[in-house]
Nanobody, 115 residues
């Protein structure tokens, strides 16, 4: 049974950092691309970053340099490190994996950037 569980969200001051985790079960993250998405309040879900099965990473243009996606295969966990956070980064963050034509999502973790 495929499952993705995000954690690590919270309240952070502008300029701060957070590291999100996405723990996968039911498949090996080293065999699938994993995406991080975010959904700001009242807006649609947008792609933040991708790590391919080979470990290649890509980012939304506006986020590269501040966000880093990585994975730890032994822990079957994908991470999203976020730096220099601003209020515009406030959103619910989700991880996603496409397996066998089915898109699996976690429940999300809330990130709020506010002073």
């Amino acid at each position: 049974q495929v499952q993705l569980v995000e954690s690590g969200g919270g309240l952070v001051q502008p300029g701060g950092s957070l590291a999100l985790s996405c723990v996968a079960s039911g498949f090996s993250i080293s065999t699938k691309a994993i995406q991080w998405y975010r959904q700001p309040p009242g807006k649609g879900r947008v792609l933040v970053a991708t790590i391919s099965s080979r470990g290649t990473t890509s980012y939304a243009n506006s986020l590269e340099g501040r966000f880093t996606i990585s994975r730890q295969n032994a822990e079957n966990t994908v991470y999203l490190e976020m730096n220099s956070l601003t209020a515009e980064d406030t959103a619910t963050y989700f991880c996603e994996a496409m397996i066998g034509g089915i898109s699996y999502w976690g429940q999300g973790t809330q990130v709020t950037v506010s002073s």
